[in-house]
């Protein structure tokens, strides 16, 4: 029983410090607050049957955006604490083990938990819309997907409050995660809960690389489709060839910690360097997963907001091509410091070099499809405008980093923190809100209010240079990255006092934008044609949001941006469009039983992180139980009849 | 249950009569595309554990080393077992194609069997070496041993859970599209656990007796 049953001191709810206090406080009040409104107002049910059982890859879509967003705001604080740690020297703000907890999580979070969540709202809304597909290839494990990383950040944000928080980083090299450095439960929530939101990611990755496969409308090929989906296919290549990498570093060193094993231990053989290899094969090209959406959506914005079609179109889905493919044999820059030796290290360093080709093609690209056009400053055009210097110069200080040799000074000092927020907060996050601006109206059926918009772009997007640049010169003064604190005599104060400022300015910016959300909702101009924009993609077809079929009579595709080009012919012809006769279209039903698989695999994951077998094996057990009564199951799908799709078509207002 | 299928065009396009049963419905032919793909990632997953298993092989830390551990006849016998239950997995398919449901089935249970019995040994197999000196824990080299064996002993299993209960839906269900689909994937599955088996067989057991 001793395993099976936790000790219960004061380890299991974490005590001791006023910020977690609060937390937990709020934790409870936030709990309670949500079921007593959706007790009151009676809104169970409808949570259950619209939104816990769809299988509808839109709504999936706005789960996890508001997922990304809450998730967001969470590694937002956690930097924003980190930077008030550092607005002066010796400060006790936080302690040491505090501080390695928090920026344990940011990382965690910010990239698991924010990023691939935020990638994936955009892959749900908009692939299937853009191909002319009434749905993903798998809806199912689509819900599945999403469950699964929902329930994982439930797991992983638990850590907080109960056992504490992971603290070796967020890539967790043994052997400071080994059990002989880091008894505590921290770092089984991180390995636990990132092995099953990685088991979620591969299920999408597999899921939108069929999907664009098969599922395109006739006439759609490959090199008629838009560049967004052309960089879901490169990003799901990526994960799919990427993830099984992460599985197995985590399960290696979950083997070492549950049960003894000495992979990654300083005993018997281990070797921690092998950890740090798996790790990276994995998280390379993790960072190329979620810029590469980024760049996809940056081509939509900026053809749709120049009024031209994108330039270089063969060039730009060459270039996202190439990149998936050198983005494998970049990983040891992540390590140059570790002595792989010279020849390693140069292949590598020149691999690192050449990725910046491919990109700099997309850079002129964009470049060139403004070039003459008929430009609309809106709110995403805005953040696509705002990504390229950034991302220059991030770029740039890349290339800095990649040469081996010089790489012996910068390496994890706080300019290379500089260069990976520059490329990850300028290319995905900036990517991601221009996404979320230009999909928003296709989602909710309303536009985000433009004027705080732009006082948000403005705000985040100063903030963020006044943040990271006094952070360049930090490193380049001796600055490493995780240190607490730091003495006052060494020359950092003013500048990191600055850097503060700039965080906070960028904090300010993110309100602004849930201000902006927050006041849509309510005020936000309704969009009553489905094409706010002017767009030139199919998506933009339907009407806003769509149907739940999305189609009622799939498209036949001509040509590159589809939508354009059937509005150009319309305008020139008024010969009355035939329509072909509606047909009974085929969907897949809700189901409940995604939820209840990832719950419990969290319940599983729970006992694990604890030692405790018999729930662990217990959740292994209902799982299988799920699958086969999935596997069992024969009636999981209906037809919509014609009459249906009439109705719903004429209130819709089309014929 | 099929008739349902087939009185509409899935997702608004037409069944292909021609193809075999298992990708005549345009559902069929997806979901064996997504498992290829599904097995890509597996295959990423066994390449890894491959990987690791050579970096540490060596690492015996003083402990019984591969040369000592390892018995010709036990994973020989292995081999032949597993090589010879994905023969009789494809007959399975071979007979699934004829509409004989009786072969298919036929076919599928001695597939189990054998599936079964070389879970059985490689079990004895691992009891064998905890129980004399040689655990997970007592070095990397069998860490990874145990890790990268045992990870495709545990596929197996799934495989042969997964078979039995398609031999149940064969049997109340006959064949049909979505059993032939089904039929369909679990054999992919199987033979890709063979090829994974044949790289274990030269990567880990014959390199550790010859070393």
């Known amino acids: 029983m001793s395993t099976f049953l936790p000790h219960f001191p004061a380890t299991f709810i974490v005590t001791g410090d006023p910020l977690i206090y609060g937390a937990e406080v709020s934790i409870v009040l936030a709990t309670v607050g949500i079921l007593f409104v959706l007790t009151y107002f009676k809104k169970w049910r409808w949570l259950w049957r619209e939104w816990l059982t769809t299988v509808d890859h839109k709504k999936i879509s706005v789960m996890y955006l508001i997922a990304a967003l809450l998730m967001f705001f969470r590694g937002g604080v956690d930097a924003m604490l980190m930077r008030t740690q550092l607005i002066r020297p010796n400060m006790s703000f936080l302690q040491a083990e505090h501080y390695n907890q928090i920026f344990t999580t940011h990382g965690t979070i910010m990239i698991l938990f924010m990023a691939m969540p935020f990638i994936f709202a955009m892959f749900n809304i908009a692939v299937p819309l853009q191909i002319g597909a009434r749905d993903v290839a798998f809806p199912y494990l689509n819900a599945v997907s999403f469950w699964l990383f929902f329930f994982a950040a439930l797991l992983f944000n638990l850590s907080f409050v109960v056992g504490g928080s992971p603290d070796a980083g967020w890539v967790s090299y043994p052997p400071l995660a080994g059990l002989e450095f880091d008894r505590g439960p921290g770092e089984n929530f991180y390995l636990l809960s990132l092995q099953i939101t990685g088991i979620g990611s591969i299920a999408t990755g597999i899921n939108f690389m069929a999907t664009i496969l098969k599922m395109r409308a006739p006439g759609m090929t490959l090199m008629r489709m838009p560049l967004f989906s052309w960089s879901v296919l490169a990003s799901s290549i990526l994960i799919i060839f990427a993830f099984p990498a992460l599985t197995v570093a985590l399960a290696l060193l979950l083997i070492d910690r549950l049960a003894g094993a000495h992979f990654f231990t300083m005993f018997q053989g281990g070797n921690p360097m092998m950890y740090i290899n798996l790790f990276w094969i994995w998280g390379h090209p993790e960072v190329y997963i979620v810029i590469l959406p980024a760049f996809g959506i940056f081509s939509e914005v900026v053809s749709t907001f120049s009024g031209k079609r994108i330039f270089g179109y063969s060039s730009m889905v060459a270039s996202l091509m190439t990149i998936s493919v050198i983005s494998y044999v970049l990983w040891v820059h992540h390590f140059f410091t570790m002595g792989a030796g010279p020849g390693v290290n140069s292949f590598f360093a020149v691999a690192t070099m050449c990725v910046g080709i491919p990109t700099g093609v997309k850079v002129f690209n964009w470049l060139f499809t403004m070039y003459r056009g008929r430009i609309r400053l809106t709110v995403p055009m805005l953040w696509a405008i705002a990504f390229i210097p950034i991302f220059a110069i991030g770029g740039a200080t890349g290339v800095m980093l990649a040469a081996a040799p010089a790489d012996y000074q910068y390496h994890n000092s706080f300019f290379l923190i500089a260069h990976f927020h520059q490329v990850l907060i300028g290319g995905t996050v900036f990517g991601m809100l221009a996404g979320m601006y230009y999909w928003w109206p296709k989602m909710f059926g309303y536009m985000l209010n433009e004027r705080l918009g732009r006082w948000a772009f403005w705000l985040f997007n100063s903030g963020f240079y006044v943040t990271f640049f006094p952070q360049y010169l930090l490193g380049l003064m001796g600055m490493t990255r995780r240190m607490y604190t730091y003495p006052a005599n060494m020359g950092w104060n003013t500048l990191n006092f600055i850097s503060t400022m700039g965080a906070y300015v960028m904090g300010i910016g993110f309100i602004v934008l849930v201000m902006d959300v927050v006041y849509s909702i309510r005020f936000g101009e309704r969009d009553v044609t489905g094409d706010p924009w002017n767009g030139r993609t199919l998506e933009w077809s339907l009407p806003s949001p769509a149907p739940h079929y999305n189609f009622a009579r799939i498209p036949t595709v001509t040509s590159r941006d589809a939508w354009w080009t059937s509005k150009q012919e319309r305008s020139r012809s008024d010969a009355p469009r035939k329509l072909e006769p509606l047909q009974p279209i085929h969907m897949p039903k809700s189901s409940g039983r995604p939820f209840i698989m990832s719950a419990i695999f969290f319940i599983g994951g729970f006992g694990l992180v604890f030692n405790w077998y018999a729930l662990g094996f217990l959740a292994l057990l209902g799982v299988l139980v799920s699958m086969l009564l999935r596997s069992l199951e024969y009636d999981t799908d209906y037809y919509v009849p014609v009459e249906e799709i009439e109705q719903t078509e004429a209130a819709l207002g089309r014929a | ?211």
Request: charged share 10%; aromatic share 14%.
């Open chain 2, 1 to 211: 249950m099929t008739i349902a299928h087939g009185e509409f065009p899935v997702h608004g396009r037409s069944i292909n009569h021609d193809a075999p049963l298992e990708y005549s419905l345009e559902e069929g032919a997806l979901r064996i595309f997504g498992f290829w793909l599904f097995l890509a990632t597996d295959l990423v997953l066994f390449a890894c554990l491959f990987a690791t298993y050579v970096v540490l092989h060596g690492a015996a830390a003083g402990g019984p080393t591969e040369a000592q551990l390892f018995d010709v006849p036990g994973f020989t016998a292995e081999t032949l077992i597993l090589l010879t239950s994905s023969f009789t997995g494809g007959l399975g398919t071979y007979a699934m194609h004829n509409g004989s449901r009786r072969g298919l089935i036929t076919w599928m249970i001695i597939t189990v069997l054998l599936g079964l019995s070389f879970i059985g040994l490689e079990v004895k197999e691992f009891v064998t070496y905890a129980t004399h000196g040689a655990p997970l824990q007592r070095s990397a080299f069998l860490s990874a041993f145990f890790t990268l064996v045992g990870t495709h002993g545990c596929h197996v299993s799934l495989g042969i859970l997964w078979m039995l209960s398609i031999i149940y839906q064969l049997a109340r269900r006959g064949i049909t599209p979505i059993t032939a689909r089904k039929v369909f994937i679990v054999g992919l599955y199987w033979h890709f656990l063979d090829i994974v088996w044949v790289f274990i067989f030269t990567v880990v057991y014959l390199n550790g007796v010859m070393s």
